[in-house]
């Protein structure tokens, strides 16, 4: 047990801590004085320990403890964790504790950290045989919300655009058109590139495994029916989620994070009006042309790999690919694209909307638009494919 010569507490700069103790009867005095603090932590620690080992030797008989504070010169919470180890030792052999001679900002530092120092930390929970599960159903429960606000914000969505009908002269055509640039014209090209190489890849890997049963000359048949029923229209989705979704969020969330969309409300302007509509409109537009462009583009690669491979020229292809087809196989592409549009443009100004806070909400909820865009026209296109086939198209 470290002892040193007890200074007066008014001392500006007292010696390391010390602590004495002895037996009084069935009472146990423990006596600190000098520095508890950051000073002498090891020195306080060894004092501690020294007194807490001559009282489980002489401990028998005790009723209770008492800590006299009134020569300590400093304290602060590492004195305070230190000196309740002997509180806690008295409690656990149920001995009642008495604080002696305290200052009242002593007393204080004391009363705030002893009720903290008797938590014990928390402790990690081991991976729960039912973890899978407990994960699994928060995931449930978050895309039922997520499910649940993105049908509210459709409705508010058609009650917009049932009032705006209801005014024609509420419509901004001067946004709609921008829009229509924006996603119209300056995605053809990228567009345009992309469903011509899977145009090439449907009609080159198409052919080299007809040509192992002999009938390669029903290439032309494959590319299509493949490319108008289901690819051009998959492949436009694809890339306007990818561009113009996402484009979508990031404006509308940049506007919230900058408060616009806020400003907007409160001088009395409807953002679902003035944001969301425009975009609408603007995508319902242009969803069917870049359909069709998307189209014509994969024909083209399939028409220059049958060139290329069977010398079928362009004119002998197109009337080919016309007998097996009919209009319903020509037209079914250009029906999913309005509702693919619709789906794009919801999921993206329902994620901008959503956006608060700082520009990595923006990120997130961009991401998430693209996701969930790709999500849903994918599901959407399986439930076209088996209502067409029910209905016979």
Not at 157 to 165: F, R
Not at 180 to 188: K, M, N, P, T, Y
Request: charged share 15%; proline share 5%.
């Amino acid at each position: 047990m470290q002892v040193a010569e007890s200074l007066p507490p008014e001392s500006a700069d007292p010696a390391p801590g010390w602590l004495l103790s002895e037996r009084l009867g069935e009472r146990w005095l423990a006596s600190a004085g000098g520095g508890w603090n950051m000073t002498a932590p090891e020195t306080l620690e060894a004092a501690v320990a020294t007194v807490l080992e001559r009282f489980r030797r002489v401990g028998a008989g005790l009723r209770s403890v008492a800590l006299d504070l009134s020569s300590v010169a400093a304290l602060d919470t590492v004195g305070a964790v230190l000196l309740h180890r002997i509180r806690l030792a008295a409690l656990a052999e149920g001995l009642t504790f008495e604080l002696v001679g305290a200052r009242p900002a002593h007393a204080a530092l004391l009363e705030a950290v002893w009720p903290a120092a008797e938590t014990p930390p928390p402790v990690p929970a081991g991976r729960s045989r039912f973890a899978a599960i407990a994960a699994l159903g928060r995931g449930v429960c978050a895309g039922a919300n997520e499910a649940a606000e993105l049908i509210a914000f459709f409705g508010r969505l058609v009650a917009s655009l049932t009032y705006v009908l209801l005014h024609p002269s509420r419509i901004r055509y001067n946004a709609i058109t921008h829009h229509i640039r924006h996603v119209g014209l300056e995605a053809l090209p990228i567009l345009g590139l992309l469903a011509f190489m899977i145009g090439v890849v449907i009609a080159f890997q198409g052919a080299e495994q007809l040509a192992k049963v002999g009938i390669e000359s029903l290439v032309v048949h494959l590319i299509g029916l493949t490319v108008l029923r289901e690819i051009g229209s998959l492949i436009t989705a694809i890339i306007v989620a990818g561009r113009s979704g996402s484009a979508f969020t990031a404006q509308i969330g940049a506007m919230k994070v900058n408060q616009e969309v806020d400003a907007m409300q409160a001088i009395g302007l409807d953002p679902m009006e003035i944001l969301v509509l425009p975009r609408i409109f603007a995508l319902l537009v242009v969803m069917p042309l870049l359909t069709f462009f998307a189209n014509a583009m994969a024909l083209l690669g399939g028409a220059v790999v049958a060139y290329a491979l069977f010398d079928i020229n362009l004119v002998e292809f197109l009337s080919q690919m016309r007998v097996p087809l009919d209009l319903y196989d020509a037209s079914v592409g250009l029906l999913k694209s309005p509702a693919f549009a619709v789906v794009i443009a919801l999921v993206g100004c329902h994620e901008g909307m959503r956006v608060s806070g700082n520009a990595e909400s923006v990120g997130l909820h961009t991401t998430r638009s693209v996701v969930l865009s790709l999500f849903l026209v994918m599901l959407l296109n399986a439930l076209f494919s088996v209502l067409f086939t029910a209905l016979g198209i």
